[in-house]
């Protein structure tokens, strides 16, 4: 099933095009990446899937709704049924890193006090942080954490879809490659779609099902992997590593 | 959605079976209906997971949390579960809630810590107020050695912006005080015949007092809370380490022609104030108390000793220096987060306000030993 389906997507910012005629498909737990030159929108086309950024032509489908004037209550409920993960993690700098996970549990379900701290105890020990991390302000700790605890804070919901703004940039290369395997073990678990934006090659091949390639405000590959290869595109040869072979 | 979980008690056994959807959503309810058990005796307890629809981490945390309570209470429990999915979102909660630490809460201080706290606080930023000064007083050595270091394009900048484009405001605001001023007392003045003495009242308020202060405090609001938020913002997005490294000197770049630039203009924006105002009284006395302006004008020159003007207009520098030293020493105390911006800006207006009121009695107070 196609959770996300991008159809002819046009995205222009006053006289410059950035994305024309964009088609994309998103099945139900892929993990799926966007990839491209810097500046090539990959940013942006995530923007508009979370409903961030408008777009001038095309449709986009996340989870069977239409996004094109979607109505206020379609988007509240799509709002809870996925997680965003922003590239520094964009945590709210008055709460606690613990209240910053507990913030959409206490403001959209009844849970009790007591049961939404062991989520929370569960969300941070699963992300890697520590529980003595948790009582710290967002401005008191380091970007890597940062991103844990942003990310702590996308699952507090226990999202069907999770977007994920370049998870690993800034992370060290421990760090990061436990966070590959911390989204393999979510989406194997839980039953995660991810769609994210990435440079790392590493991450790339570790966890990536798909990836579609925007190269020049199109997309000049979406499937797996192994297809990239035979692709013949300046990008995808110097990016994979083929022009050097 | 939320369906009602069955409870069966037979003898020393409880079979309990979830239904529906077991997830953050449905917990709190379950979690209400399932409370009553803990008043049962019973020794085994069976969980029948067969009929959950779907289980997230939510309910995982519940299910696991709520085993181990009475396992804790050396009752048998056993859980059926069959659904593989649902199995394996138990055992990631199962594993990791068993090595998961518990988060403590924040430790409460009690009145003395926190009166301590604030006391201290208040001591640092007096602190670091006077090294802001004290550098500040250095590097203005060092920059006025040589007229090649004045950054006189930056200045420029500042002029036009924190000073010329605020004329408009300026001019509007000490024109209706002058109209204010000049009405209230217009009645006052009639009740005695003494409407000539308008020009007189007018004329030394706004000159020594009026028209100063609310240059300041328009300035204050607009331009030294304007320096705060830049300053500020410059700071969290790190352009001010920039600077630094590239070797371009914060105090010169950015501090100094911010001040000297207010230093400058105060004087002609007090001067602009000053004749909005007596143009506002000016207009009243016409209107009101029949004094044409050339009787006005007349009377003003009669009576109005030049030293108030040039009281009034000393004064400028001085509240320019407060006004902006304050706004930048806000500004550079902004910390890596977003609050602090909204802080500090606030900050910067409230206490240049007040540091230009302080100075502004201690004015008063110098000019009356003085006998100006």
């Not at chain 1, 737990?29 to 990959?42: A, M, V």
């Not at chain 1, 520094?88 to 910053?100: P, Y």
């Not at chain 2, 809630?97 to 604030?118: D, H, L, R, T, Y």
Request: aromatic share 10%; net charge neutral; glycine share 8%.
């Amino acid at each position: 099933m196609a959770l996300i389906t991008l159809k002819n997507v046009k995205t222009v910012f006053g006289d410059t095009v950035i994305h024309d005629g964009i088609y994309l498909n998103v099945k139900e737990g892929e993990i799926y990446g966007l990839l491209g030159p810097s500046g090539c929108g990959k940013t942006t086309l995530l923007r508009e899937m979370v409903l961030l950024q408008d777009f001038r032509e095309g449709t986009i489908e996340v989870l069977g709704k239409n996004l094109n004037g979607i109505r206020e209550k379609d988007a509240q409920s799509l709002r809870q049924q996925w997680g965003v993960l922003f590239q520094f993690g964009a945590l709210f700098s008055s709460l606690t890193i613990k209240e910053n996970i507990a913030l959409p549990l206490v403001e959209y379900t009844s849970l009790s006090k007591s049961m939404i701290d062991e989520i929370v105890r569960f969300k941070i020990h699963l992300v890697g942080l520590k529980a003595k991390d948790a009582n710290l302000y967002p401005s008191e700790i380091s970007g890597g954490m940062k991103k844990k605890a942003g990310l702590a804070r996308a699952l507090a919901m226990d999202p069907k879809l999770l977007f994920l703004d370049e998870p690993t940039s800034g992370l060290d290369p421990i760090s990061a490659r436990e966070f590959d395997s911390l989204i393999l073990k979510l989406r194997d678990m839980l039953g995660l779609t991810v769609v994210m934006v990435s440079h790392d090659l590493q991450s790339i091949y570790d966890t990536l099902d798909k990836v579609a390639i925007i190269d020049n405000k199109k997309i000049v590959y979406e499937g797996t992997l192994e297809g990239v290869k035979n692709v013949k595109n300046e990008f995808i040869q110097t990016f994979f590593g083929i022009a050097n072979e | 959605m939320y369906k009602k979980p069955l409870i069966d008690l037979q003898d020393d056994k409880l079979l309990l079976s979830f239904r529906g959807e077991l997830s953050i959503y449905t917990v709190a309810d379950i979690e209400q209906e399932v409370k009553k058990i803990k008043n049962y005796t019973f020794k085994k307890l069976l969980i029948d997971g067969n009929n959950i629809t779907s289980l997230d981490t939510g309910g995982a945390i519940f299910l696991y949390n709520f085993q181990n309570d009475f396992c804790a209470k050396k009752i048998d429990v056993s859980l059926c579960l069959n659904d593989a999915r649902q199995k394996a979102t138990l055992d990631l909660v199962a594993k990791n809630m068993a090595s998961a630490e518990i988060v403590k809460k924040m430790p409460k201080k009690n009145i003395f810590e926190k009166i301590g706290e604030i006391c201290y606080a208040y001591f640092i930023g007096l602190l670091s107020f006077l090294q802001f000064f004290g550098q500040l007083f250095v590097s203005k050595l060092r920059y006025l050695t040589s007229l090649k270091n004045i950054r006189f394009k930056e200045i420029a900048f500042e002029i036009n912006d924190s000073a010329i484009r605020a004329l408009g405001i300026i001019a509007l605001t000490s024109f209706l005080i002058g109209l204010v001023v000049a009405y209230q007392s217009a009645y006052q003045l009639k009740l005695y015949g003494a409407n000539i003495f308008i020009v007189d009242m007018l004329g030394i308020s706004i000159f020594r007092e009026l028209a100063p202060l609310i240059t300041a405090i328009v300035i204050a609001g607009r331009s030294g809370s304007a320096y705060a938020a830049q300053i500020g913002a410059m700071k969290i997005t790190q352009e001010l380490d920039a600077m630094k490294t590239m070797g371009f000197e914060p105090f010169a770049f950015l501090v100094l022609p911010r001040i000297i630039a207010l230093v400058i203009t105060m004087p002609i924006l007090i001067f602009i104030a000053d004749m909005m105002a007596m143009l506002g009284g000016m207009i009243v006395a016409h209107v009101d108390l029949n004094i044409t302006p050339s009787l006005f004008i007349d009377r003003f020159s009669e009576v109005i000793a030049a030293k108030h003007f040039y009281v009034g207009i000393i004064k400028g520098p001085f509240f320019a220096f407060l006004i902006a030293s304050i706004g930048i020493y806000r500004g550079l105390m902004v910390k890596a987060d977003t609050q602090s911006i909204g802080f500090n800006t606030t900050k910067s207006v409230v206490e240049s306000i007040f540091a230009v009121i302080v100075c502004d009695a201690v004015f008063s107070i110098a000019f009356t030993i003085l006998g100006i």
